[in-house]
């Protein structure tokens, strides 16, 4: 693409400056550099898919007992791009549907 900064982008012909929290759909992206070049694409952000998701609650543990977390859904574990345990304190994996929370003092 090349060009030169600063450039101003519009999405379906309306000037933007981020784009975040895009809903499904065919947008029509312009981005034009401090020169007046342009470069025109479309892209389609599609439909993500809908799934069940289940944990335990409420959880009750004493001081440095163990507790065996799952997620348990309906998806498929290769259709989920990444798993994230917040807040992270005290689990054994905070990327993973299977972690071990120990219970610790504050």
């Not at 439909?47 to 009750?60: A, D, W």
């Not at 807040?87 to 929370?101: I, Q």
């Amino acid at each position: 693409m090349g060009g030169a900064e600063p450039y101003k982008f519009k999405l379906n012909n309306i000037p933007v400056n981020s784009f975040v929290n895009l809903a499904p759909g065919v947008y029509n992206l312009e981005v034009r550099d401090v020169h007046g070049c342009t470069f025109d694409t479309t892209f389609v952000i599609n439909e993500g898919n809908q799934f069940n998701l289940t944990t335990l609650s409420p959880l009750e543990l004493v001081f440095n007992q163990q507790q065996i977390l799952s997620i348990i859904t309906d998806l498929d574990s290769n259709e989920i791009a990444s798993v994230v345990w917040t807040p992270s304190e005290n689990l054994s994996c905070d990327t993973c549907l299977v972690t071990t929370l120990t219970a610790k003092k504050k």
